[in-house]
């Protein structure tokens, strides 16, 4: 089992950053892939952005070159830096861990960006 908790969500301001965290059970040397994702009400959830752990990393279009996703091995952390934030990333942010055949979620946190 693995267990992923999240934190780092809040309220900011058009334009402001916040860098949420995922937290994990196990050493992440052991998860395939970690990602976030976000589902704002009313919609969908989506994907975000992903980092593998031979340190490729993939990013929704929406937010390249505003998010950075990372992976800190020695402290099985997986982050989410998130700049130059918009009243559209508000949302339920969501990490989730790959490792062989079952995926993992956190119970999410919520970031909401003001205009």
């Known amino acids: 089992q693995v267990q992923l908790v999240e934190s780092g969500g809040g309220l900011v301001q058009a334009g402001g950053s916040l860098r949420l965290s995922c937290a994990a059970s196990v050493s992440i040397f052991s998860i395939n892939a970690m990602g976030w994702y976000r589902q704002a009400p009313g919609k969908q959830r989506e994907w975000v952005a992903t980092?593998?752990?031979?340190?490729?990393?993939n990013y929704a279009i929406s937010v390249k070159g505003r998010f950075t996703i990372s992976r800190d091995n020695a402290k099985n952390t997986m982050y989410l830096q998130m700049n130059s934030l918009k009243p559209e990333d508000t949302a339920v942010y969501y990490c989730?861990?790959?490792?062989?055949?079952?995926?993992?979620w956190g119970q999410g946190t919520q970031v909401t960006v003001s205009s």
């Open positions: 989730k861990g790959t490792r062989g055949l079952f995926d993992y």
């Open positions: 980092a593998t752990g031979g340190g490729t990393t």
